[in-house]
């Protein structure tokens, strides 16, 4: 069965620190999908990144970076210099490649967020 | 620009009212999905539809139920509304034709139910 799991409840950190996310999932497919989302305090989901699992090169976009390990089955997210607008709650997702339907999307299975609180 | 679209962002309901909670995408996707999410526990897939008038349950259908009438739309019931409802709806939506994509969520829809 996938699971997804963010041991991080909630962190806290000043402005312009660096800080990462952890991501650990589980998953017995050997296609699926990785995702990261924000929620801000308005409510609606910011997708960030999508990752497969043919394609373990790290990415960097901004202060963004993604560190995806299949040997550790983890998908780490860091922000680099930290700003006040961070300050959300951050979702780590799994998706299932549906079979017979083109090894596209199928449910998500989200981790139970960390919620991030950047001080100034 | 690409869109899910929840009917309401606030909604108070009464005990044991029938609630019906819609979201429409204009992105011509086949598979949409209505989950929950609750402070602690992240999002819960409650049905989806990978076509019109399909649907199979996720992890949490008791006391919900959907209708797919049509490709974009898709409803979430709540047959009789109870205390233990109050949460927040998201719905999204993905498409079959490209595997590089992403699930795209409505604004959601913040139930309160007394």
């Known amino acids: 069965a996938q699971k997804v799991t963010q041991a991080q409840t909630e962190i806290s950190v000043v402005e312009k620190e660096d800080v990462t996310l952890d991501c650990v999932y589980e998953?017995?497919?050997?296609?699926?999908?990785l995702f990261w989302y924000k929620q801000p305090p308005s409510g609606e989901l910011v997708f960030l990144i999508r990752?497969?699992?043919?394609?373990?090169q790290n990415e960097i976009s901004g202060r963004y970076s993604w560190n995806f390990q299949k040997s550790t089955s983890s998908f780490n997210f860091t922000i680099t210099a930290s700003q006040v607008v961070d300050s959300a709650v951050y979702f780590c997702?799994?998706?299932?490649?549906?079979?017979?339907?083109?090894?596209?999307?199928?449910?998500?299975?989200f981790g139970r967020g960390t919620q991030l609180t950047v001080w100034p | 620009d690409v869109k899910v679209t929840q009917s309401s962002r606030y909604l108070v309901k009464r005990t044991g009212e029938k609630v019906f909670l819609e979201c429409v995408q204009d992105?011509?996707?086949?598979?949409m999905f209505w989950y929950r999410q609750d402070p602690g526990l992240g999002l819960r897939l409650i049905y989806f539809?990978?076509?019109?008038?399909?649907?199979e349950k996720g992890d949490i259908p008791e006391g919900y139920s959907v209708s797919r009438e049509k490709k974009e739309r898709f409803s979430l019931i709540l047959e009789s509304a109870s205390t233990n409802q109050t949460s927040m709806y998201l719905c999204?939506?993905?498409?079959?034709?490209?595997?590089?994509?992403?699930?795209?969520f409505g604004q959601g829809t913040r139930l309160t139910v007394v």
């Open positions: 997702a799994l998706s299932e490649a549906l079979k017979g339907r083109g090894s596209t999307l199928g449910r998500l299975y």
């Open positions: 999204a939506s993905t498409s079959i034709r490209t595997v590089n994509t992403e699930a795209f």
């Open positions: 990752r497969n699992s043919f394609d373990e």
């Open positions: 992105m011509d996707h086949e598979n």
């Open positions: 539809s990978y076509d019109v008038k399909m649907k």
């Open positions: 998953t017995r497919d050997t296609t699926y999908y």
